[in-house]
């Protein structure tokens, strides 16, 4: 069957609203805008600028917009699924990931481990036909262990950086929403740090 | 003003909404997978189950 990659990035957007909403509804705005730019932006201009870098993979035929559209709406969405099932495992009565000692690196990374879960279901099953590895892997299903590694550090970096800038309760709006943006480049930085090191060790072991 | 974010995930609402999204994020991927022609590796997505289990339990011990 032919992707319907119409379909699927109509699907990405709509399915982040309802993401957005409660997130909005939980929060607030300034922490809704903090997380649009801290798991979608954060994860779309990451992989804009490594496309220029490495090219591990592609969305046959699409453009460079709806690549960056793709992943923004889809990274809100996944990211937000993932990051309140992690809460609501680890969180005490009465407690959540703002409040609860020690929930501010934990949280983000049993959200790292569910996503990463999650895509060893998506990625063998859907990049045949929606996106195509440069990189051929060895041992699972012929993905690259280098893009679990990937989702791993993105996943946990993301909601590690807006639970560190939101449980400030007593910053404005704007203060919020400027450190946000001010995030992205330490974010960038340690992203790919980590995912350099985890590669490491992955190939260290002979493994792809 | 939105404070009470705590409180509002032991609402209703604060713990049934993460269950349908991740649940509904799920669904669109099996849909896609099939779509795809894929049906072969839709067991695949039984990685993503423990997640919800345990989401689902921990929510239940806090309400009992």
Redesign the interface.
Known sequence: ?T??FTM?LL?GIL?AL??LA?VW????GA?TFVFIIVSGGFTAIMDLISSFVVRNYEYPGQSMLWVFTFILFGWI??C???L??????L?R????M??QPRLWWQVPVLTGV?AV??D???D???A???WVWFVEGTVY?GIPLLNFVGWFVLMCLAPLAWILIVRH?EWSPWRKGLISVGALVPLSIAAVVLSVVLNGVIAALGLQ | MHDDHASKRETLLGRRVPVALYSVNLLLWIITATEAGRGDLLWLALFAVPALGLYLWRSHRTVA
């Open positions: 069957m992707p319907d699927v699907g399915f309802p993401v409660f509804w939980r929060f607030g922490d969405g996944m937000g699924t993932c309140f099932v992690a809460e609501g495992i969180a009565p009465g407690q959540d703002l409040t569910i879960a999650m060893l279901f998506i063998p099953a859907v045949s036909g929606y299903y309760r």
